[in-house]
């Protein structure tokens, strides 16, 4: 990097909306998958033969196994998308917490809620 002790007020602005976006799609997803997983079993399945109500079963408990997941890692990533935009309040946001230099931005375009650089990530490998 040039030197640059954080990124500029425009570059902060630019990864808020980046990363506003982001979250506004994983929050509209993770509503929709908490809607359906608190649907239940609303589609009834009474007077089909128990071999298919098995079966159905069986790829429901699946399908809702890979949903209740997917609504934690998307938890888990809205709090790391806000926690980043408290970083950006803060002006500290792209600063590796381990190297104390600026994360690239290419890294932060991919990961947004990226704390560590790669060079502190594969350190700690």
């Known amino acids: 990097m ?3 002790t954080r990124y500029s007020d425009e570059e902060l602005e630019e990864f808020r909306a980046i990363i506003q976006e982001k979250l506004e799609v994983t929050k509209r997803d993770y509503k929709k998958v908490m809607d359906e997983l608190s649907k239940g079993n609303e589609n009834g399945v009474d007077d089909t033969s128990p071999t298919f109500h098995a ?4 790829c429901e408990a699946q399908s809702k196994t890979q949903m209740i997941q997917f609504a934690a890692r998307a938890q888990k990533f809205i709090q790391g998308l806000q926690a980043a935009l408290v970083r950006i309040d ?7 917490r381990e190297t104390g230099k600026l994360i690239p931005k290419e890294r932060l375009r ?3 809620h990226a704390t560590l650089s790669i060079e502190a990530k594969q350190n700690r490998r």
């Open 2 to 4: 040039d030197g640059k």
């Open 55 to 58: 079966l159905e079963e069986g």
């Open 90 to 96: 803060n002006k500290t946001y792209g600063i590796c």
């Open 110 to 112: 991919a990961v947004p």
